[in-house]
């Protein structure tokens, strides 16, 4: 079993920059399964989104609502993972999960991610 940790979720200004971390905790074997991870969000009353995602070799993909403003990031060695968010608009007004599955090539697919956070809120005002 895999457990997921998000951290650095808060409340910013519009344009300004966060940056958000995901720890993963669990056997060596479970942790080391690991392929593919990504960034979800979702906003109360509308279904889960797919934000970004990344695979072991480093393959990223992107919603694009996001691009050129998200950067996802991962360290292999550790299976944690990171976004940073710049130019932050008030529509990414979200809770986040971070999402991991020994899947490869998941991308944004919500269903093929096994374990997930509690969420971190991120609240960006205008």
């Known amino acids: 079993q895999v457990q997921v940790v998000e951290s650095g979720g808060g409340s910013v200004q519009a344009g300004g920059p966060l940056r958000l971390s995901c720890a993963t905790y669990?056997?060596?074997?479970?942790?080391?399964?690991?392929?593919?991870m990504g960034w979800f969000r979702q906003v109360p009353g509308k279904e889960r989104e797919g934000v970004a995602a990344?695979?072991?070799?480093?393959?990223?993909t992107y919603a694009d609502s996001v691009k050129g403003r998200f950067t996802i990031s991962r360290d292999n060695a550790k299976k944690n993972l990171y976004l940073q968010m710049n130019s932050l608009k008030s529509e990414d007004t979200a809770m986040y999960y971070c999402?991991?599955?020994?899947?490869w090539g998941a991308g944004l697919e919500s269903v093929r991610y096994n374990y997930w956070g509690q969420g971190t809120q991120v609240t960006v005002s205008s």
């Open positions: 999402a991991v599955t020994r899947a």
């Open positions: 669990g056997d060596t074997w479970s942790i080391n399964a690991i392929d593919s």
């Open positions: 990344i695979d072991n070799h480093g393959g990223t």
